[in-house]
């Protein structure tokens, strides 16, 4: 009987310590991951905020981390579909391949913006599915959450419980924010800006700014100084008060752009990590701070 209870104690020690291993692209998804699955969840990003998500170099490290994962977050739509797939097949490791439980691809659970039929590869680099970079809307970062909360129960459904309460108090947190952050942009609604890539039609719907033109004269595609003063031309008459951008894209050609248009060049974090964010909710409150900081 001793011994029959030593070995129960040695295999709860055992159990209890096993985690679930979830790798995500993009930090954002790591972390909402954690918030969501507590102490059942150990979780690693495959890239850091301050990397741009449509490139990566496959490192040893980034195959060894999907070799263990138990569950596998991407953007989808083809963001990562440049680094992403040599990884997953050469991580040895079925769980996390699609078709099953432990692939999960997060645009299926938003609305998507810019869905297209055909597309044609003279447009640039355009994702035929929808825009791609929805996970800057905090409201659709709900939608994304749920999802989140269901693949955990799917792959330890033991957390049933835990993963519900985590997602609750997880999405109250959110929904308090969102009430915030709405207040903050309201008397800013229908201003004009510029955006240097198209990743910020999301948080445009959520912040009712209003987008009059692209640095990039087509996605993925970098600017020159002719295309930034065709923009100007174009775009002058609207007078954009600020040009947003992410840190990895260059600077040189936005900031000439803002000065002849007369508007403030602001960059701001996308992704946890950036600009020294912590969590999801901090890049969020600092691209809201940021960018009524420079409309007030
Ligand atoms: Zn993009």
């Known amino acids: 009987m001793r011994t029959y209870c030593f ?47 449509h490139f990566a170099d496959p490192k040893p490290s980034m195959m060894v981390a999907l070799n263990k994962a138990d569950l596998l977050l ?15 097949q050469g991580a040895r490791n079925n769980k996390i391949l699609p078709g099953n439980a432990g692939y999960l691809e997060v645009s299926q659970f938003v609305p998507l913006l810019e869905k297209r039929t055909n597309v ?42 835990a993963y519900e309460a985590g997602f609750k108090a997880y999405d109250a947190q959110l929904q308090a924010k969102i009430a915030d ?29 209003v987008s009059v033109g692209e640095i990039e004269p087509k996605p993925g595609v970098e600017p020159s100084p002719s295309s930034v003063s065709a923009l100007l031309e174009r775009v002058r008459q609207e007078q954009p008060r600020l040009v947003i951008q992410e840190a990895y894209y260059p600077q040189n050609l936005s900031r000439l752009f803002a000065q002849k248009a007369g508007a403030a060049l602001v960059i701001l974090p996308t992704m946890v990590g950036a600009q ?21």
């Open 120 to 161: 044609d590869r003279s447009e640039g680099d355009i994702h035929k599915g929808g825009n791609p970079h929805f996970w800057i809307d905090p409201e659709r970062m709900r939608l994304i959450a749920k999802g989140i909360s269901t693949g955990l129960q799917a792959i330890d459904p033991e957390g049933k419980a």
């Open 74 to 88: 991407s953007v989808g739509l083809e963001l990562e579909q440049g680094w992403l797939p040599p990884l997953m």
């Open 276 to 296: 020294g964010t912590k969590n999801y909710i901090e890049v969020i409150d600092s691209m809201v701070n940021q960018i009524i900081a420079h409309l007030n």
């Open 7 to 53: 070995i129960a104690v040695l295999l709860w020690a055992f159990c209890a310590s096993a985690k679930v291993r979830v790798v995500s692209t993009i930090p954002d998804l790591a972390d909402v991951a954690q918030q969501i699955g507590g102490d059942r969840v150990e979780t690693v990003a495959l890239l850091r905020g301050t990397q741009d998500p």
């Open 181 to 209: 952050w709405k207040a903050k942009l309201a008397p800013h609604q229908g201003k004009k800006l510029v955006e240097y890539h198209r990743s910020w039609i999301y948080f445009l719907e959520f912040s009712r700014l």
